[in-house]
DNA sequence: ACCTGAACACCGTTCAAGT
DNA sequence: ACCTGAACACCGTTCAAGT
């Protein structure tokens, strides 16, 4: 009836994913879900890749940079970690992360906010951007995984763990006791303890240990 | 002809693998190149998931760990560069991370020497924990986003990304030059300076910065 | 036991043809 | 311009039937 436009296929699509997860999106019942033929979404849409990228960027737009002024490391702290929250309640961008693409405009934003926000804390440009990478991978990484222990896809059942690997075993409740939450905000506070203790490029003094290491509990806390 | 066994299976995966890539792999193909009917396979391997987590464990398998008794900040970082080396040359292994299973045997003895070099480093069951689960996720995201962005996958060419992102485009070359080796070592270096500089549980004294900056350096150098 | 043939229920994508 | 029908070249998986 009405002709489809890119934000109808982007609605029909987000629709799609919520409500039957990622193996019910397919270009076929996208098309359904429009009351339209499979081939019609190719007149507005190259590629399912173009289509996946649609939904990202939609869905990353809704990540918050907190105002500028902040201490740097908070600011990042809070920004990566809204970031987290955002992505995290779409499973199906851990997946589509591998297609490419998906890293291309709107997570822009928050590249420009944490390059930003380091070489004003005064990195040199190679050091802001070693870290953004660690940052950036480090986001990826705990998508994936939280995405790969989820409930209904843990692993095999091992046989022998017990003996062959008594820390692990040991260890593992500790980890399965910490929310999805803390677990991102204890790794991302080690990557920015380990990045805020290198010598700056130029800034006050030598200072390498320049804060107490309590630092990261309240960068922490000042989110939660 | 001879009767079809789980390493024959698991060879010619990896064969197909190396073969045609990630999308090359697929059942039938699999039967195929063994001379078989595609329902044959699944006598001996319930599902292709199961055929992943074979083909993910025996390229794990190849991961070295390195001898005890070193310092084991060193350790660390010489065991997981290796599964990193490993890992990098599989581009499937990122596109499979997700399906879960993947996390289960072989990967275990990575995680048991990780986790038994930071405890008996003076960290608690909690600190190691958590460590480890960052160290795990920063190598999974390297991984998936080396993919993502490995040549051939570049994501759309963004517009006006000039003026919007400034720091971006100032520092992104940066990004370029370095080589895959080097952007993980220096992101997993991060990590670990934010570690061994947390405060330990029991050790020698309340040592907070036992040492000297320049270790993060010499530590990447003792590997390549 | 081990395998085959044939089918089921799907995919993404293309393309001539319709309005 | 925008859409449809029908097809092409694939998937993973199952199951009765063969040897």
New binding site residues.
Partial sequence: MT??TRPHIVAAGLRLLEREGVDGL????LADELG?????V???VS???ELMSLLFNEVSRRIVLPDAGDDPRTAIAEAVQSAHRVLEKHGWIATEMLNGGLLGATSMRLSEFILDSLVRDGLSDAQAARLHVAIWEYLVGHLVAARATAPGLSPHPMAGTDEDYPTVCRVAPLVAEMSDQERFSAGLMVLLDGAFAEPRASHGGTAACEEPSSVSRSAAGAVE
């Fill in positions: 002709p489809l397919s270009m076929r019942k339209k033929a499979p081939a019609a190719y007149r507005h590629d399912k890749r």
